[in-house]
């Protein structure tokens, strides 16, 4: 190109002015081999057609409350206020965080992170970079003490308990998955009052006898070593009785740290036996 041609409308009436930077030093503007057009303008100037990037290796820098917007409707914004920093949706539809693998929300730096959105997978919660809850495909796995103004544990058995006449039979738990607090014993018959949640409680108990040849059976709830609350169901003249049964059980107790609260099912007499399944124990706390 050996040649630099400005032209003006051959109608218009207005005027073009190029005004040279008030400094010494030489500026120079290098336009790219090529043909067609280069850069076009709208009328007041505020958009630019065929600029392909912006910014180059240095960036672009954007002052308080000045915003980068997308959409016809400027919907998407974002943008610094000088206090905060926003992405703002405002416009029709939804925000739409997308991510192949990952999506993780991080500290400033990225050292930490805050939270994480694993595709296919958990989402876990982070406080202070420690991992405390994460969805599972059954539930909510949560490390440490879980708080709320309500405490509320469940816990349900689908295993059989064979028992024979003239004591009772702790129901096990095979599965206590939302207790958070304590855990149950070792062998999950039963749930302890952890240290600071003394309390008024309500407990709840359904306990089912898949089968018994027994005359008298009895269903208990059962805090420490006293029974609290009791059903029992009486067989027919000392018949032998093939049958279902199922009790559903409710006390409300005052109980201490330390205290123990478990279900049970008692053969009362004769030479019978019995299997519990479907058991559950539900524990609120009131106060």
């Known amino acids: 190109m050996s040649k630099v041609k400005i032209q003006g409308h051959a109608s218009g009436t207005g005027v073009l002015t190029v005004t040279a930077p008030n400094t010494s030093t030489d500026r120079t503007i290098t336009l790219p081999d090529g043909t067609g057009t280069l850069l076009t303008t709208d009328g007041d100037g505020s958009s630019l057609t065929g600029v392909s990037s912006v910014g180059g290796a240095t960036g672009v820098d954007f002052n308080d409350n000045v915003k980068a917007q997308f959409g016809t409707g400027d919907d998407l914004q974002i943008y610094h206020d000088g206090s905060h920093s926003y992405i703002k949706d405002g416009g029709t539809g939804n925000l739409q965080v997308c991510g192949s693998t990952n999506v993780?929300?991080?500290?400033?730096?990225?050292?930490?992170?805050?939270?994480?959105?694993?595709?296919?997978?958990?989402v876990d919660l982070y406080y202070d970079n420690s991992k405390k809850l994460a969805t599972t495909s059954t539930g909510v796995d949560v490390t440490g003490i879980m708080t709320d103004d309500k405490a509320y544990f469940s816990s349900s058995s689908t295993n059989s308990n064979s028992g024979s006449s003239g004591s009772h039979h702790k129901i096990q738990f095979t599965s206590p998955v939302i207790d958070t607090r304590s855990g149950w014993d070792s062998g999950n018959y039963y749930w302890t009052v952890p240290s600071g949640y003394a309390g008024k409680?309500?407990?709840?108990?359904?306990?089912?006898?898949?089968?018994?040849?027994?005359?008298?059976?009895?269903?208990r709830i059962y805090v420490n070593s006293s029974d609290v609350i009791e059903s029992h169901h009486d067989g027919l003249n000392s018949q032998t009785v093939y049958h279902s049964i199922n009790w559903a059980m409710t006390t409300v107790e005052d109980l201490s740290v330390g205290d123990d609260v478990w279900a049970s099912f008692y053969l009362a007499d004769g030479t019978g036996t019995a299997k519990s399944n479907m058991c559950s124990l539900t524990i609120i706390q009131l106060t």
């Open 104 to 122: 993780n929300i991080q500290k400033g730096d990225a050292s930490e992170y805050m939270a994480k959105f694993i595709a296919d997978g958990s």
């Open 201 to 219: 409680y309500l407990i709840h108990a359904n306990v089912g006898i898949g089968s018994m040849t027994t005359n008298q059976t009895k269903a």
